[in-house]
């Protein structure tokens, strides 16, 4: 009997999914970078200004001289240099996850290919 090369199609495989999902990210976070940078601003500056509230909620419950947050919070976001969370991070996470996933499903192929 002639073996038959029956290969299952691309799609079948979750590996190839979930790294066209990883391509995806990486192509929405680069066409939406400009407006990320705005809007992860405003929300680290929120976060900065409850983090600085609580510190002074703090303060004054131990009986400290009360701070002007007003004055606080100008100094913090001139001294800010960077975002906490910059969207390289995430841009570098689903790169590496599309790597993985496209390494895994050539790697599920070989296999499959050496099988039959």
Not at 18 to 39: D, H, N, P, Q, Y
Request: no cysteine; proline share 3%.
């Amino acid at each position: 009997m002639a073996s038959q090369d029956v290969r299952r199609p691309l799609t079948d495989s979750g590996w190839f999914w979930t790294g066209m999902f990883a391509v995806m990210a990486l192509i929405g976070s680069a066409a939406i970078s400009s407006k990320f940078e705005v809007r992860q601003g405003q929300l680290e500056g929120r976060f900065l200004g409850r983090e600085q509230a609580a510190a002074e909620r703090n303060r004054r419950s131990a009986g400290l001289p009360p701070v002007d947050l007003a004055d606080a919070a100008r100094e913090r976001s001139e001294a800010s240099g960077g975002r906490i969370v910059p969207l390289w991070t995430l841009m570098s996470l689903a790169a590496a996850g599309a790597a993985v996933s496209f390494a895994m499903l050539v790697r599920e192929r070989r296999r499959s290919r050496k099988a039959a």
